[in-house]
Protein backbone atom coordinates (compact mmCIF):
# COMPACT_ATOMS: atom_id res chain seq x y z
CA UNK A 1 0.00 0.00 0.00
CA UNK A 2 1.07 3.72 -0.72
CA UNK A 3 2.59 5.83 1.87
CA UNK A 4 2.99 9.15 2.90
CA UNK A 5 6.24 10.22 1.22
CA UNK A 6 8.78 12.72 2.16
CA UNK A 7 11.22 14.48 0.42
CA UNK A 8 14.49 14.71 1.09
CA UNK A 9 15.30 12.06 3.76
CA UNK A 10 18.52 13.66 4.97
CA UNK A 11 19.18 17.34 4.64
CA UNK A 12 22.30 19.71 5.48
CA UNK A 13 22.04 23.19 5.73
CA UNK A 14 24.18 26.31 7.10
CA UNK A 15 22.66 28.84 9.27
CA UNK A 16 20.98 31.30 7.82
CA UNK A 17 19.51 29.21 4.22
CA UNK A 18 16.60 28.09 3.02
CA UNK A 19 14.87 24.85 3.13
CA UNK A 20 12.22 23.30 1.12
CA UNK A 21 10.36 20.03 2.58
CA UNK A 22 8.53 18.29 0.61
CA UNK A 23 5.37 15.40 1.28
CA UNK A 24 3.58 13.40 -1.10
CA UNK A 25 0.37 12.14 1.06
CA UNK A 26 -1.51 8.74 0.78
CA UNK A 27 -3.45 9.06 -2.81
CA UNK A 28 -6.81 10.21 -2.08
CA UNK A 29 -5.88 12.18 1.44
CA UNK A 30 -7.27 15.41 1.52
CA UNK A 31 -5.47 16.49 5.11
CA UNK A 32 -2.19 17.26 5.67
CA UNK A 33 -0.19 17.70 8.85
CA UNK A 34 3.61 19.06 9.78
CA UNK A 35 5.78 17.98 12.87
CA UNK A 36 8.58 18.52 14.53
CA UNK A 37 10.73 16.36 16.59
CA UNK A 38 13.67 17.57 18.41
CA UNK A 39 16.62 15.46 19.80
CA UNK A 40 14.98 13.71 22.64
CA UNK A 41 11.47 15.82 21.75
CA UNK A 42 8.01 14.71 21.28
CA UNK A 43 6.42 15.60 17.99
CA UNK A 44 5.46 19.17 18.26
CA UNK A 45 2.55 20.18 15.49
CA UNK A 46 3.59 23.21 13.33
CA UNK A 47 0.83 23.38 11.11
CA UNK A 48 -1.65 21.38 8.94
CA UNK A 49 -4.37 21.80 5.88
CA UNK A 50 -7.11 20.16 4.62
CA UNK A 51 -8.25 21.14 1.03
CA UNK A 52 -5.51 23.21 0.33
CA UNK A 53 -6.54 25.75 3.28
CA UNK A 54 -4.71 25.84 6.32
CA UNK A 55 -6.98 24.37 9.04
CA UNK A 56 -4.99 24.56 12.02
CA UNK A 57 -1.90 26.06 13.71
CA UNK A 58 0.47 25.15 16.25
CA UNK A 59 3.97 26.53 17.23
CA UNK A 60 5.42 27.01 13.64
CA UNK A 61 8.08 30.04 13.71
CA UNK A 62 7.02 32.75 11.15
CA UNK A 63 10.22 32.04 9.63
CA UNK A 64 8.42 29.16 8.11
CA UNK A 65 5.36 28.76 5.72
CA UNK A 66 3.61 25.94 4.25
CA UNK A 67 1.44 25.25 1.82
CA UNK A 68 -0.88 22.38 0.31
CA UNK A 69 -0.87 21.91 -3.75
CA UNK A 70 -3.77 21.35 -5.68
CA UNK A 71 -2.54 17.77 -6.41
CA UNK A 72 -2.62 17.62 -2.15
CA UNK A 73 1.36 17.36 -2.02
CA UNK A 74 2.84 19.91 0.72
CA UNK A 75 5.75 21.59 1.21
CA UNK A 76 6.99 23.24 4.48
CA UNK A 77 9.45 26.06 3.52
CA UNK A 78 12.03 27.30 6.27
CA UNK A 79 13.99 30.46 6.06
CA UNK A 80 17.09 32.10 7.71
CA UNK A 81 17.71 28.86 9.37
CA UNK A 82 18.96 28.53 12.96
CA UNK A 83 20.95 25.86 14.71
CA UNK A 84 18.04 24.89 16.76
CA UNK A 85 15.84 24.09 13.68
CA UNK A 86 17.85 20.94 13.43
CA UNK A 87 15.66 18.66 14.08
CA UNK A 88 13.16 15.30 12.41
CA UNK A 89 10.10 16.62 10.69
CA UNK A 90 7.58 14.16 10.03
CA UNK A 91 4.79 14.76 7.57
CA UNK A 92 1.46 12.81 7.55
CA UNK A 93 -1.76 12.33 5.89
CA UNK A 94 -5.45 11.33 6.75
CA UNK A 95 -8.75 11.27 4.60
CA UNK A 96 -10.49 13.94 6.81
CA UNK A 97 -14.23 13.03 5.57
CA UNK A 98 -13.97 9.25 6.48
CA UNK A 99 -15.34 8.34 9.84
CA UNK A 100 -12.81 6.57 12.31
CA UNK A 101 -9.67 7.67 10.70
CA UNK A 102 -6.14 8.12 12.01
CA UNK A 103 -3.35 9.98 10.68
CA UNK A 104 -0.62 7.88 8.97
CA UNK A 105 2.80 9.38 9.23
CA UNK A 106 5.99 9.59 6.69
CA UNK A 107 9.21 8.58 7.50
CA UNK A 108 10.48 11.93 8.33
CA UNK A 109 13.35 14.64 7.14
CA UNK A 110 16.02 15.04 9.39
CA UNK A 111 16.95 18.39 8.82
CA UNK A 112 20.82 19.45 10.04
CA UNK A 113 21.48 23.17 10.46
CA UNK A 114 25.39 23.56 10.65
CA UNK B 1 -6.86 21.78 24.07
CA UNK B 2 -6.36 18.25 24.32
CA UNK B 3 -3.45 17.42 26.12
CA UNK B 4 -1.38 13.49 26.81
CA UNK B 5 0.62 12.86 30.02
CA UNK B 6 2.54 10.19 29.81
CA UNK B 7 4.52 9.60 33.35
CA UNK B 8 7.03 7.57 33.18
CA UNK B 9 10.05 8.86 31.39
CA UNK B 10 12.39 5.72 31.41
CA UNK B 11 11.05 2.23 32.20
CA UNK B 12 13.44 -0.62 32.43
CA UNK B 13 12.18 -4.16 32.07
CA UNK B 14 13.49 -7.94 31.85
CA UNK B 15 12.92 -9.79 28.73
CA UNK B 16 9.99 -12.02 29.20
CA UNK B 17 8.75 -9.96 31.87
CA UNK B 18 5.26 -7.94 31.37
CA UNK B 19 4.93 -4.21 30.66
CA UNK B 20 2.74 -1.39 31.10
CA UNK B 21 3.31 1.98 29.73
CA UNK B 22 0.83 4.77 31.21
CA UNK B 23 -1.13 7.64 29.34
CA UNK B 24 -3.40 9.80 30.77
CA UNK B 25 -5.27 11.66 28.31
CA UNK B 26 -7.19 15.44 28.78
CA UNK B 27 -10.09 15.86 26.13
CA UNK B 28 -13.59 17.10 26.10
CA UNK B 29 -15.59 14.72 24.25
CA UNK B 30 -14.92 11.21 23.17
CA UNK B 31 -11.25 10.69 21.96
CA UNK B 32 -9.28 9.36 19.53
CA UNK B 33 -6.15 7.48 21.04
CA UNK B 34 -3.06 6.23 19.91
CA UNK B 35 -0.02 4.66 20.56
CA UNK B 36 3.20 4.85 18.50
CA UNK B 37 6.48 3.33 18.82
CA UNK B 38 9.75 4.75 17.59
CA UNK B 39 13.43 3.13 17.38
CA UNK B 40 16.14 5.54 17.29
CA UNK B 41 15.99 8.31 14.42
CA UNK B 42 13.22 6.27 12.91
CA UNK B 43 9.67 7.16 11.91
CA UNK B 44 6.71 6.72 13.95
CA UNK B 45 4.78 3.45 13.46
CA UNK B 46 1.16 2.92 14.86
CA UNK B 47 0.74 0.28 17.12
CA UNK B 48 -2.31 0.56 17.83
CA UNK B 49 -5.93 2.74 17.94
CA UNK B 50 -8.74 3.64 19.60
CA UNK B 51 -11.87 5.42 18.51
CA UNK B 52 -15.12 3.75 20.14
CA UNK B 53 -16.41 0.09 20.81
CA UNK B 54 -14.67 -2.64 22.64
CA UNK B 55 -12.45 -0.67 25.21
CA UNK B 56 -9.83 -2.84 24.69
CA UNK B 57 -7.95 -3.10 21.35
CA UNK B 58 -5.56 -5.23 20.27
CA UNK B 59 -2.59 -3.95 18.05
CA UNK B 60 0.84 -5.33 15.97
CA UNK B 61 3.70 -7.14 17.96
CA UNK B 62 1.30 -8.32 20.42
CA UNK B 63 0.61 -5.17 22.55
CA UNK B 64 -2.98 -4.61 23.43
CA UNK B 65 -4.25 -0.65 25.70
CA UNK B 66 -7.28 -0.88 27.43
CA UNK B 67 -9.37 2.64 27.28
CA UNK B 68 -11.13 3.73 30.59
CA UNK B 69 -13.18 6.90 30.21
CA UNK B 70 -13.65 6.86 33.76
CA UNK B 71 -9.69 7.19 34.90
CA UNK B 72 -9.54 9.00 31.33
CA UNK B 73 -6.49 6.74 30.87
CA UNK B 74 -5.07 4.44 27.58
CA UNK B 75 -2.49 2.26 28.97
CA UNK B 76 -0.26 0.17 26.57
CA UNK B 77 0.48 -3.66 28.07
CA UNK B 78 2.18 -6.61 26.70
CA UNK B 79 2.34 -9.77 28.48
CA UNK B 80 5.77 -11.02 27.55
CA UNK B 81 8.37 -8.21 26.10
CA UNK B 82 11.45 -8.98 23.95
CA UNK B 83 14.40 -7.36 23.20
CA UNK B 84 13.76 -5.83 19.99
CA UNK B 85 10.62 -3.86 21.68
CA UNK B 86 13.08 -1.53 23.37
CA UNK B 87 12.15 1.85 22.17
CA UNK B 88 10.39 5.00 22.89
CA UNK B 89 6.38 4.69 22.89
CA UNK B 90 3.76 7.80 22.28
CA UNK B 91 0.66 7.95 23.87
CA UNK B 92 -1.28 10.52 21.24
CA UNK B 93 -5.00 11.85 21.51
CA UNK B 94 -6.74 13.36 18.28
CA UNK B 95 -10.64 14.39 17.71
CA UNK B 96 -10.68 12.58 13.94
CA UNK B 97 -11.74 14.77 10.76
CA UNK B 98 -9.22 17.33 10.23
CA UNK B 99 -8.15 17.80 13.84
CA UNK B 100 -4.28 17.07 14.61
CA UNK B 101 -2.72 14.35 16.89
CA UNK B 102 -1.36 15.36 20.02
CA UNK B 103 1.59 13.54 21.27
CA UNK B 104 2.88 12.71 24.88
CA UNK B 105 6.26 13.55 25.99
CA UNK B 106 6.95 9.52 25.57
CA UNK B 107 8.50 6.55 27.37
CA UNK B 108 11.62 5.25 26.73
CA UNK B 109 11.94 1.47 26.91
CA UNK B 110 15.02 -0.66 28.12
CA UNK B 111 14.82 -4.34 28.24
CA UNK B 112 17.62 -5.89 29.91
CA UNK B 113 18.78 -9.52 29.59
Known amino acids: AAGVIQSPRHLIKEKRETATLKCYPI?????VYWYQQGPGQDPQFLIS???????DKGSIPDRFSAQQFSDYHSELNMSSLELGDSALYFC?????????????FGQGTRLTVV | AQSVTQPDIHITVSEGASLELRCNYS??????LFWYVQSPGQGLQLLLK??????LVQGIKGFEAEFKRSQSSFNLRKPSVHWSDAAEYFC???????????FGTGTKLQVIP
Open chain 1, 27 to 31: PRHDT
Open chain 1, 49 to 55: FYEKMQS
Open chain 2, 92 to 102: AVGAGGYQKVT
Open chain 1, 92 to 104: ASSFADRAHTEAF
Open chain 2, 27 to 32: YGATPY
Open chain 2, 50 to 55: YFSGDT
